[in-house]
T-cell receptor
Framework: GENVEQHPSTLSVQEGDSAVIKCTYS??????FPWYKQELGKGPQLIID?????GEKKDQRIAVTLNKTAKHFSLHITETQPEDSAVYFC???????????FGQGTTLQVKP | DGGITQSPKYLFRKEGQNVTLSCEQN?????MYWYRQDPGQGLRLIYY???????QKGDIAEGYSVSREKKESFPLTVTSAQKNPTAFYLC???????????????FGPGTRLTVL
């Protein structure tokens, strides 16, 4: 079945350093890849997304890269700040069903 | 103020009781979703609805039921048949969900259900 693997499960960085979270997906027909940030006790919020016809997208300190051949995509956060601390989820959308398949989540801790 | 509301934020129930979680959206979205979130796991899809009066089972529908009588409302009932109902439940909506379109899913704040 459709599956998304996300690594690492926890990530601790020093303020100002970069953080990278990686995801791989199984359904080659997936066409949309959003990243969500979830703060404690709240619902996830979209921070960036990428379509399958694009290889890279950047929004200020956040960037996402997509390698369709290898079926993996990554989130890059530069100049991390303590407020970046949260759980981050990747997801892949099935073109056939329209459903989002989520990764297991990465808990990012940015130490001041 | 546009968005998705879920109520209540915290819910406690006794084992063997059914309980209904509310989800309302005023975004005029066609599609709505219910997810379950457990510690250390990603979001798992329970049920989804692409249009009023229609819904489909997700990956973990057993022990749950839904209805979609109105576009803006998609309540989830956790029945006594759900063996491990304690979890964080998230509702989401999007403009639509099918074909080649891909639209952001907006999430509500969630309901934390605890079975005593």
């Amino acid at each position: 079945g459709e599956n998304v693997e996300q690594h690492p499960s926890t990530l601790s960085v020093q303020e100002g350093d970069s953080a990278v979270i990686k995801c791989t997906y199984s359904d080659s027909a997936s066409n949309y890849f959003p990243w969500y940030k979830q703060e404690l006790g709240k619902g996830p919020q979209l921070i960036i997304d990428i379509r399958s016809n694009v290889g890279e997208k950047k929004d200020q300190r956040i960037a996402v890269t997509l390698n369709k051949t290898a079926k993996h995509f990554s989130l890059h956060i530069t100049e991390t700040q303590p407020e970046d601390s949260a759980v981050y989820f990747c997801a892949a959308r099935s073109r056939n069903t329209g459903k989002l398949i989520f990764g297991q989540g990465t808990t990012l801790q940015v130490k001041p | 103020d546009g968005g998705i509301t879920q109520s209540p934020k915290y819910l406690f129930r006794k084992e063997g009781q059914n309980v209904t979680l509310s989800c309302e959206q005023n975004l005029n979205h066609d599609a709505m979703y219910w997810y379950r979130q457990d510690p250390g796991q990603g979001l798992r899809l329970i049920y989804y609805s692409q249009i009023v009066n229609d819904f489909q089972k997700g990956d973990i529908a057993e022990g749950y039921s839904v209805s979609r009588e109105k576009k803006e409302s998609f309540p989830l009932t956790v029945t006594s048949a759900q063996k491990n109902p304690t979890a964080f439940y998230l509702c989401a909506s999007s403009i639509d969900s099918g074909g080649d379109t891909y639209n952001e899913q907006f999430f509500g704040p969630g309901t934390r259900l605890t079975v005593l």
